[in-house]
Nanobody, 126 residues
Framework: QVQLVESGGGLVQAGGSLRLSCAASGRTFSTYAMGWFRQALGKEREFVAAISWSGYTYYVDSAKGRFTISRDNAKNTVYLQMNSLKPEDTAVYYC????????????????????WGQGTQVTVSS
């Protein structure tokens, strides 16, 4: 059974940084694209960033230049480094794994996610 466990959320002031981690288990981590989504209170879940099995990355426009997604296949972990945080980044952040192996980062979407983590809260104060 696939498990995704996020950590690293918290409260930070605007302009600050956080690094989220997602530890995966249950299948061959290195062959699957991984992604991060977020859901603000009262809003729909939205895509933030993805990384392909081969390391190519893809970001939503609002994250470009501020967020960096990376993966460590030896540790079965994907990261989201978030810098220059804004109050509008406040949300529950979810780690996700693609349904099938060997896909591109651009192929990651809500409809192609196979497994979700439980989410971690990120709150950015102004």
């Amino acid at each position: 059974q696939v498990q995704l466990v996020e950590s690293g959320g918290g409260l930070v002031q605007a302009g600050g940084s956080l690094r989220l981690s997602c530890a995966a288990s249950g299948r061959t981590f290195s062959t699957y694209a991984m992604g991060w989504f977020r859901q603000a209170l009262g809003k729909e879940r939205e895509f933030v960033a993805a990384i392909s099995w081969s390391g190519y990355t893809y970001y939503v426009d609002s994250a470009k230049g501020r967020f960096t997604i990376s993966r460590d296949n030896a540790k079965n972990t994907v990261y989201l480094q978030m810098n220059s945080l804004k109050p509008e980044d406040t949300a529950v952040y979810y780690c996700a794994s693609h349904k099938v192996p060997y896909t591109t980062a651009q192929a990651m979407s809500i409809t192609t996610v196979g497994y979700w983590g439980q989410g971690t809260q990120v709150t950015v104060s102004s």
